[in-house]
């Protein structure tokens, strides 16, 4: 698996449990706050057709949202199984 960026927020809890699931599971993940990353915020709001969703996940070249929060489906997304 290559990097993985994760564009959060200090006040999501949506965020903070996806971190918890990549730390549990030893990936390593890049975080990109985008209320202090230039023109993260425009990214992620384009990402999501025009909504600010948060955790935002770019991984191999593509773009997914994890929220709300879902273990199963991050698991998916990030090809664990």
Known sequence: MG???MYTTPWC???RRA???????G???EE???EESPGAAELVTRQNRGRR???TFEAE?????????DAERLR???KLD
């Open 13 to 15: 809890g949506d965020c």
């Open 19 to 25: 971190k918890a699931f990549l730390r549990a599971r």
């Open 61 to 69: 070249g593509r773009f997914f949202d994890c929220s709300p929060f």
């Open 53 to 55: 969703k948060v955790p």
């Open 3 to 5: 990097t993985i960026k």
């Open 27 to 29: 990936i390593a993940y």
């Open 76 to 78: 998916r997304e990030l």
């Open 32 to 34: 990109i706050n985008i």
